[in-house]
């Protein structure tokens, strides 16, 4: 959750030897590549979302410079604060944190995409806030396909519900689903929850949404999503480096 006005102390983008933000992200793009290609998909089918929290105004000016444009945050001031640093650059913004009461219009007002909606109350907020002069906003609904206490996201079974209240909201565009899987390295267990966050994507759309978007993988499991249909993929670490500090 955000954590209000404590200021958090960023981190650059830690480099290890012989690695630039350019082979990182040229290293990643080939996983992505090669991920597709496996499961007969065309790589072009998957976006890369460069996930910037807690790494700084500098690190994320270092990426755009090797064309990367998309870029989430979890944490809404810090965000705003990027934002400021680098109004310059022709970036899109996701937010992909929790999402709480209070920051619903900064993030109505200051975001192109939202991932984690998976309440309808804050859907709503998100609808009534956003300003009548942007394009809607882009949303997916955030499923705990894990089931973990400790995470948000709704239940798989309140899914269809939720998709079909917020498809009614004005100002807001429903794309898809979001996940994050409780982390493991077998890559059978990635897969089967991948596959579960899938079959409701086209269980919706069979009920009539027109949806496009699975939002789903990792730096440590990007592979498993893909081949399970992922179109876009969030990746922190693999592109910035690893964080000192949980976050």
Request: hydrophobic letters at 40%.
């Amino acid at each position: 959750m955000d954590n209000g006005p404590t200021p958090r102390k960023l981190e650059p983008a830690t480099t290890s030897a012989g690695s630039t933000p350019a082979e990182r992200l040229l290293a990643v793009q080939a996983r992505i590549t090669r991920a597709a290609d496996q499961a007969a998909r065309d790589p072009a089918d998957v976006s890369l979302l460069a996930v910037s929290k807690t790494f700084d105004a500098g690190a994320v000016r270092d990426l755009a410079a090797c064309g990367q444009r998309e870029f989430g945050e979890n944490y809404v001031q810090e965000a705003l604060d990027k934002q400021t640093a680098l109004r310059d650059l022709p970036l899109a913004w996701h937010f992909i944190g929790p999402i709480q009461s209070n920051k619903t219009r900064a993030i109505a007002e200051n975001f192109s995409w939202v991932h984690s909606v998976d309440r309808l109350k804050i859907a709503e907020r998100l609808s009534a806030q956003r300003p009548a002069g942007l394009p809607p906003l882009q949303v997916c609904i955030e499923v705990n396909v894990s089931g973990e206490a400790s995470k948000g996201g709704v239940a798989p079974s309140e899914v269809p519900a939720l998709a079909d209240a917020i498809a009614k909201l004005p100002g807001l565009q429903l794309r898809g689903l979001m996940a994050i899987p409780a982390p493991t390295s077998d890559g059978g267990a990635q897969r089967a929850a991948f596959r579960q966050v899938r079959e409701l994507f086209d269980d919706l759309r069979a009920r009539g949404r027109a949806l496009d978007t699975l939002s789903m993988g990792m730096s440590g499991d990007l592979e498993a999503a893909i081949r399970e249909g992922a179109t876009i993929v969030r990746i922190g670490t693999a592109l910035f480096g690893e964080r000192t500090r949980h976050a």
